[in-house]
């Protein structure tokens, strides 16, 4: 869509000209890393407005804010707060959208909900480093003595997502401790217990650990960081190799066995397309960033649907639009595009988080936010129970409909980070000390440029609505810095 865009300057802001900042404002990469193109604003940072807001309100108000109180899963003796209940995915999946959400509409009501988890998590640390839900050997003997006493590396995964977003929000130094610890327990017991000794979820999604490894790195230093993430790459599933050398695509299409279906799980692949961009920051080698965009152009050409997402019931399924996609796979692919865009500053990405995040993420839940489908098809004119041309069918014909718990009950969990991380990403600072807004919507930024001076921008659209972007720029004083 054609954009408009006007920018208005007020109080005394000088102009726009390119000047470089005297040291980075936001964290770009420590060397030897490669540097970033784009960099992350602090979480609490932007703030939406219109539209955008009453999107995240109806959020609040419906089950992002409320999922705890009803699904049995996360109310009922929630291990991820020493309970015996749900100890893997789906209590940290709510909360990488809920706690997000607290903090951009600066909710105290939910900022305390989530910090029981958060709080829990970092308190309970074992000595070794090992956290989360106590295992089924804890339970039994106390104590944590090798690696194999412990339990499945994914929903720890998704937990460090939760713990940087927070840290980014509160700069609580507890949360650098806790992940420094952590990631020595890895270091010391991958090659004893690795990615894939629990089930292959952890295989399959490890470029997700190795973003956070790197994070850290960031910030500490630490040398160990370093070959700790070459590690997880090498326990990770080859998506760079997938992606690059085109045959898995291709077979992806015809294929559809339980052979290998874990590299053709469509919420796998959208975790998965961002490990080439994740690893060049340590390698440095742009055959990388080439598989990752030879990869992309041949998933959406082979099974891309009208509603910019690619196909996944629950494997890739190819381009039909009689074919179904997981909302899980909907938000993880928007994620992995708003990293890899901070990485490689790339625009067909850009273009491909906008086009799905404005098609394929609103139709596939209820306005009050409180229902989801599990599969989406990109043509369904109808929602009705049945037994679809899916890879998987599910036989009870509950998967295309609306409700709470229709499918498998991951979605109902995961759903909540879609419109949260987009709004986070809606800003990114440059190296040189400016702004890039790289995707819109209506919000409000506060954020340092140039040499340290600090703007406030407000962002006025009503896109993908309308046509129009008007920004307004306040400063206390002149200013230049770059803007993208």
């Not at 308190?123 to 339970?139: D, M, V, W």
């Not at 980014?168 to 650098?176: F, H, M």
């Not at 598989?291 to 190819?318: C, Q, R, V, Y």
Request: glycine share 10%; net charge negative.
């Amino acid at each position: 869509m054609l954009k408009k865009i006007i920018i208005t300057l007020l109080t005394g802001l000088s102009g726009l000209t390119v000047t470089r900042a005297q040291k980075p404002l936001y964290m770009n990469n420590r060397a030897p890393l490669a540097p970033l193109k784009y960099l992350e604003i602090p979480l609490g940072n932007i703030k939406p407005k219109g539209w955008l807001h009453q999107q995240l309100s109806v959020m609040k108000n419906g089950a992002t804010g409320h999922l705890d109180e009803y699904f049995p899963k996360i109310k009922d003796d929630n291990g991820w707060l020493g309970g015996k209940g749900d100890g893997w995915e789906e209590t940290p999946y709510w909360l990488d959208g809920a706690l997000p959400l607290a903090y951009l509409l600066d909710d105290q009501l939910l900022k305390d909900k989530v910090l029981k988890y958060v709080n829990w998590s970092i308190s309970t640390q074992r000595k070794n480093g090992f956290f989360g839900p106590y295992t089924k050997h804890e339970l039994e003997h106390k104590t944590i003595e090798s690696c194999e006493q412990g339990e499945d590396w994914w929903p720890r995964m998704v937990m460090l997502k939760v713990l940087q977003q927070y840290y980014t929000a509160t700069n609580d130094q507890r949360v650098i401790k806790f992940m420094t610890n952590y990631f020595r327990y890895q270091f010391n017991n991958l090659k004893t217990c690795p990615l894939v000794h629990w089930n292959e979820w952890s295989k399959s999604r490890g470029g997700d650990n190795l973003m956070a490894v790197y994070w850290l790195y960031n910030i500490t230093g630490e040398a160990f960081l370093l070959e700790l993430g070459d590690i997880i790459y090498t326990q990770t599933t080859p998506w760079t190799d997938y992606l690059g050398k085109r045959n898995w695509v291709m077979q992806a299409a015809a294929n559809q066995t339980g052979d290998k279906w874990m590299d053709r799980h469509a919420v796998n692949v959208g975790m998965g397309i961002k490990l080439p961009a994740i690893y060049y920051q340590a390698r440095k080698n742009p055959l990388l960033l080439n598989a990752l965009k030879t990869g992309w152009n041949d998933i959406m050409t082979l099974h891309g649907l009208p509603h910019g997402m690619f196909s996944g019931d629950e494997d890739l399924h190819g381009n039909e639009p009689t074919q179904g996609t997981e909302l899980c796979a909907i938000v993880e692919t928007m994620f992995s595009l708003e990293e890899i865009i901070g990485i490689t500053g790339d625009q067909t990405y850009m273009d491909a988080l906008e086009r799905m995040t404005f098609n394929a993420l609103p139709t596939q839940t209820t306005d009050d936010y409180m229902s989801r489908q599990y599969f989406q098809i990109a043509n369904q004119v109808q929602v009705s129970r049945g037994v679809y041309d899916f890879s998987l069918p599910f036989q009870r014909g509950m998967n295309n409909v609306f409700g709470h718990y229709a499918g498998y009950t991951c979605c109902t969990s995961n759903m909540h980070q879609g419109w949260t991380k987009y709004v986070e990403h809606l800003w990114y600072a440059t190296p040189e000390g400016g702004l890039a807004a790289l995707v819109y919507g209506p919000n409000t930024i506060k954020a340092k440029v140039g040499n340290g001076q600090e703007v406030s921008i407000d962002e006025e659209t009503a896109y993908p609505f309308g046509e129009g972007i008007n920004f307004t720029l306040n400063t206390s004083g002149s200013v230049s810095f770059p803007w993208n």
